[in-house]
């Protein structure tokens, strides 16, 4: 077991500079912060090169998490939203938070239930967007 957190470093920076972001725990501050970091640092880089964020969230705090879904309307590159898993609650408002051909899921056991709640923040966003 020695030297494996070396080795996940690199794996990890390997996916990061392949532009593949991954939200797979509970959105909170931390997290936020650093997807936040790495969106914006991935467009300076180049932004006319697309990003995938795969999601696999029960979902979290409701601030962290608009955080992260005003970053993704921000950042000039196209970010393709794909639920592994399960995305509840905040995780599935960031995945379905722009066009239908940018979200997509992975077919599991709890695809139905995501493909529930992702439509639910659709809803939800169509009704944020007239009350402004």
């Known amino acids: ?66 955080a992260i879904y005003d970053t993704m309307q921000f950042v000039p590159p196209d970010i393709h939203t794909i639920c592994l898993g399960l995305a509840a609650s905040m995780g599935s408002f960031i995945l379905g938070r722009r066009n239908n051909y940018q979200t997509s899921s992975i077919p599991s056991r709890s695809a139905p239930m995501s493909f529930y709640l992702i439509e639910k923040s659709r809803l939800c966003l169509r009704h944020m967007k007239y009350e402004y």
């Open 1 to 66: 077991m020695y030297g494996l957190e070396g080795y996940n470093f690199i794996l990890i920076n390997r996916l990061y500079r392949e532009r593949l972001l991954f939200l797979g725990q509970e959105v909170e501050s931390e997290i936020s912060n650093q997807l936040i970091g790495l969106m914006i640092y991935l467009s300076i880089e180049d932004e006319n090169k697309d990003l995938y964020f795969f999601i696999n969230s029960p979902g979290g705090w409701v601030l962290p998490g608009i």
